[in-house]
């Protein structure tokens, strides 16, 4: 499994410009509301999102010509979507402490720890609906613009309503509100947060049902001839 | 004239050291002092022992044109290569002692 | 004697003695190069071509050990598939044994793909059943490779599930990659690459960790002369070395170097 969470990871670092531009890009956010020290955090976060998640969604992407193949080959279903999340994880979870870390050197956040917590949230779930975009759709133009919606429409939302809750990134949106401003429900906003990832995790497995066929009869002589 | 087998022998040795192409290893042949060896003999020794198992070809991208076939030995190869100079040294030593005292 | 006209002589003569086609091309140009380091008259250094052509029909014939098919590898019975209203394959039969390359034939849009799928397990077929005893190294068409990835790092990867740790995959990769003429490791990543090597690299990872069953499909599309004979003789090499193979190509050059065609 380690070999497909490398190969993951060395097939994003190839593709350099889209790498910067997608880990700049919650700097960027951050930088451009600066002067408003909780919103500043608040577009980081989102920013955080819809980066983690597209990469997920290209990750996902890339691998869906030779997952079948590498099928045939002897890899498990299980192995090669495990190689691949994993891989994300590590590689938002490393961005989201990053920028924990940016955030409390700039001194823009007492509760830093609260913050860091929210950032990684985001990066699982960011993860978790990258990955069940990927499941879904065929080509990443249509993946990324989606995302671009959802990212936007999660911003735009007033937190209280349906739209945002039906939104991925809600967790997010309040664990920010607990983390900044001290008010908000965490727990909610966990919950939300593991709601969202089963949900995701509901629709790769679906997603992986269908296109998964009876693979012939093998002998166990297979074994043997070895 | 070739002993049948001795040929095969001497390539099998010569690939020992590497692989070849034809025409190397009948140049390298005729420089062990053998004078130049016919490619109607060569060619059908190697295809023989490629035959057996005893050597691998490979053909390599050659510069403009096609390739050579270059000849490799195989494990198999390298068993047979030292069962038979065994067999030839034995050989080689009763001769030498029948020759013993004929006058050259 | 002019080398050119001694060369067209061999070759009718290493026919006429039932010398295969592909590998009367092979000897030819092997004796055509070495020709032309010694330059000199070829009847001196080979003799007249009837005769050289015997002893090289006599050295291939010696200890063709009749590898008397082996094992049935793919055992295939009653397939049928529907895409749409079109029965692409309607009770489709199939034995395959150890040492046998065979070729699948069919035009275009016949099912050959579709049967090479389903022998590998991507594709369900509407009736009838599959059995395969072994390991199965599969090459589609088109795509099946990681485009950001380097031939290497596909090597690696489809090597792991095979047994093969990182430097043996690596290895073995870059020697079949060789004998098919081509630098692996000197290779851009794969969506780089041309649509011929493109190729290469499938045959490569399906032959990776050496598979009892081959499957390959157009593996040689767009390859030029020396590559498809490249390919023939590592897959002989294959079959003699007990494995079997399915190639599915519409090319017609390919009938005289398979073992048996099956046609769709």
């Not at chain 1, 597209?54 to 090669?80: D, H, N």
């Not at chain 3, 070759?11 to 092979?26: D, M, S, W």
């Not at chain 3, 489809?158 to 740790?165: C, E, I, M, S």
Request: proline residues 4%.
């Amino acid at each position: 499994m380690t070999v497909v969470a490398e190969m993951t990871l060395r097939g994003l670092a190839r593709r350099r410009a889209t790498l910067a531009l997608l880990v700049a890009l919650p700097l960027l956010f951050y930088v451009a509301r600066h002067d408003l020290p909780g919103q500043s955090i608040r577009f980081l976060a989102l920013g955080l999102a819809w980066a983690v998640s597209t990469l997920a969604l290209f990750a996902a992407l890339a691998g869906r010509g030779s997952e079948p193949r590498l099928r045939v080959g002897g890899w498990s279903p299980a192995a090669l979507l495990g190689g691949r999340v994993a891989a994300l994880l590590g590689l938002a979870l490393a961005l989201a402490l990053l920028y924990a870390a940016l955030i409390a050197v700039d001194g823009q956040a007492d509760r830093v720890a609260a913050v860091g917590l929210m950032l990684a949230v985001t990066a699982c779930t960011a993860v978790a609906a990258g990955t069940a975009l990927g499941a879904l759709v065929r080509r990443e133009q249509d993946g990324a613009l989606a995302l671009f919606i959802v990212a936007g429409l999660q911003f735009i939302a007033d937190p209280p309503t349906l739209l945002a809750h039906v939104l991925p990134f809600w967790s997010t949106r309040e664990l920010a509100t607990w983390a900044i401003d001290g008010a908000g429900e965490p727990a909610a906003a966990f919950a939300h947060a593991t709601a969202t990832i089963v949900v995701c995790a509901a629709i790769v497995s679906a997603a992986a049902r269908r296109s998964a066929t009876p693979t012939p009869a093998r002998s166990s002589a297979r074994a043997a001839s070895r | 004239m070739w002993l049948r087998g001795v040929l095969d022998l001497c390539l099998l040795a010569l690939l020992e050291r590497g692989e070849a192409y034809g025409y190397e290893l009948a140049r390298r042949l005729e420089e062990l002092g053998f004078g130049s060896v016919p490619g109607g003999s060569l060619y059908p020794a190697l295809l023989r022992r490629e035959k057996l198992g005893h050597l691998r070809a490979e053909w390599r991208a050659g510069e403009g044109g096609p390739g050579r076939k270059y000849y490799v030995l195989t494990d198999a190869g390298r068993d047979a290569l030292a069962a038979e100079s065994a067999a030839w040294r034995a050989f080689a030593a009763g001769v030498a002692a029948a020759l013993d005292g004929v006058r050259a | 004697m002019r080398a050119r006209t001694w060369l067209d002589e061999l070759a009718h003569e290493l026919t006429a003695r039932g010398v295969p086609h592909a590998q009367v091309a092979g000897i030819v140009v092997e004796t055509e190069a070495h020709l032309h380091e010694a330059a000199g008259d070829p009847l001196d250094t080979f003799g007249a071509p009837a005769t050289y052509a015997g002893a090289v029909a006599d050295a291939l014939a010696a200890d063709r050990v009749a590898t008397a098919p082996g094992r049935v590898r793919v055992r295939a019975r009653g397939l049928g598939k529907r895409h749409g209203r079109r029965a692409v394959l309607d009770g489709f039969d199939l034995d395959l044994r150890a040492g046998e390359a065979v070729l699948l034939m069919g035009a275009n849009g016949r099912g050959k793909s579709t049967l090479l799928r389903i022998l590998a397990g991507l594709d369900a077929p509407d009736r009838g059943k599959v059995e395969i005893d072994g390991s199965v190294g599969y090459a589609p068409q088109h795509g099946g490779l990681i485009d950001h990835l380097l031939p290497a790092e596909h090597f690696v990867l489809f090597g792991r599930p095979r047994g093969l740790d990182r430097r043996a995959a690596v290895q073995q990769g870059r020697r079949l990659a060789e004998q098919l003429g081509w630098d692996a490791l000197a290779a851009p990543v794969a969506g780089a690459l041309s649509g011929g090597t493109r190729q290469k690299l499938n045959v490569v990872l399906a032959a990776l960790g050496e598979p009892d069953v081959l499957l390959l499909d157009e593996p040689y599309q767009g390859l030029d002369l020396e590559s498809v004979q490249r390919f023939w003789d590592l897959l002989w090499d294959w079959r003699d070395a007990g494995r079997c193979a399915l190639v599915a190509s519409h090319a017609h050059d390919a009938i005289e170097r398979a073992d048996a065609v099956v046609e769709l």
